[in-house]
């Protein structure tokens, strides 16, 4: 199953993910709804956290960047 990444630090997601054998793949990072509080940590992640998948699927994800 995919772990939850949403609002995990990057390097925690990646753990996660490695732990579980996926394939992290970073997509461009998004500034929509990113605070001090959350920048650099993961906004969006595909597929959904729970989701069923075999070992080595690709796992997209994108992190908060915040410009004050």
Not at 12 to 38: G, H, I, Q
């Amino acid at each position: 199953q995919v772990p939850a990444l949403t609002g995990e630090t990057e390097a925690a997601a990646l753990t996660a993910l490695t732990d579980l054998r996926l394939l992290a793949v970073k997509l461009a990072d998004t500034t929509a709804d990113a605070t001090e509080l959350n920048n650099g940590k993961v906004a969006t992640q595909s597929p959904a956290a729970a989701a069923d998948v075999n070992e080595f699927t690709k796992v997209s994800y994108s992190l908060y960047k915040y410009t004050p």
